[in-house]
């Protein structure tokens, strides 16, 4: 099968980050063919991320514009470039931020998700050839994650995509696309949270409740969710918490690590950071069981910010990790994902608080920063 559109440049709407810190605004953009190794997708669906907002607030060390943000995307191929096997024509896909080549030292490592072999170029907001696909009013305009979904019409490598059952709702497996996928690969894929094991969670937004989710699919024991927004606990508990932690809420003089740790008898097994707030990092990683509590880091911190703590922490026993897209391998794994949704064992639907459309994505953005949206999805087919 082939498009009419295949080796042609196409125009399409786009919403462009012209400037850090200032809204989108919805541009017709020209989308050129994919090279070889690359594929032409039409986005129908993205939701919007905290890493988006994170960009284009200019505190990400990475961020730099013009741009086309989007990381959390789904649509259909409209075509490939030469030596692309994995995906055709009319395929249904999802973008992946975290490609995955099967071929470099980091995926034959059997230890990580983290594929290397485009990382240097996707960081610098292009494709592996150096250039970039998208122009607008004569300038190009830079890439992001490899995947800039809050285009009509995107490139990504071939190994930035995965193809997924055509009766899966893309206005709804975008979402796998980071927040949910993320969240609960990180308590079953990176934490590997056991049966009975007591959990933290810092942060009940998509992220948070995704690890909620995640810990309630391995059967966890305690599962004590932690927000300073009050509202969330109803959030928290309809995905599986069994107690809220409010820290504006404790009695003067009692930290919401003393608080866990008395309500775990000395500590957490797992603790997970999906705040981005480092000194939230600093206590989960304190509320983790002496001798062996682990402590995951999901957040993303803005430049500049570190994590700080005592030593002696590490010297008895606690552990700091943290994960992109929760460890998962998302050619290999996506599919797991989305059988587990078509069969009802996975909540995608649930996520979903707010819905726009592409005229509307600076919206989305305020919809996210409001607190009573968990994800927002954008119909980029709709103006
Ligand atoms: N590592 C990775 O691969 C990924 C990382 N991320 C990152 O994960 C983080 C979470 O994303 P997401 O779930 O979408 O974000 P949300 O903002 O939806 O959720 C974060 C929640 O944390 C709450 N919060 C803020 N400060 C504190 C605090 N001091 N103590 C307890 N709770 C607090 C917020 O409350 P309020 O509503 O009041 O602000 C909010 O409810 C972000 O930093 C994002 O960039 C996202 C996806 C992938
Ligand atoms: N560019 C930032 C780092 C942002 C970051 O950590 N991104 C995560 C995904 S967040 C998704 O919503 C990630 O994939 N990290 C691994 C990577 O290789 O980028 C900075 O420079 O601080
Ligand atoms: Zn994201
Ligand atoms: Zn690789």
Redesign the pocket.
Known sequence: MSSDTAGKTITCKAAVAWEAGKDLVIEDIEVAPPKAHEVRIEIYYTGV???DA?TLSGKDPEGAFPIILGHEGAGIVESVGEGVTNVKVGDHVVALYTPECGECKFCKSGKTNLCGKIRATQGKGVMPDGTSRFKCKGKELLHFMGTSTFSQYTVVADISVVAVKEDAPLDRVCLLG??IT?GVGAATITAKVEEGANVAV???????LSVIQGCVINKVGKIIA????EK?KEWAEKFGATDFVN?MDLPQGTSVTEKLIEMTDGGCDYTFD????VS?MRSALEACHKGWGTSII???AAAGQEISTRPFQLVTGRQWKG????GVKGRSQMHEFVENYREGKLKIDEFITHRETLKGVNQAFQDMKA?DC?RCVVDMRKM
């Open positions: 991320c905290h890493t994170y980071c927040g993320t810092f942060g009940v937004g998509c992220v948070g932690i927000d300073v927004n969330k820290p999906c705040t981005g707030n939230v999901i957040g993303v994960c992109a897209f929760g607190g968990i």
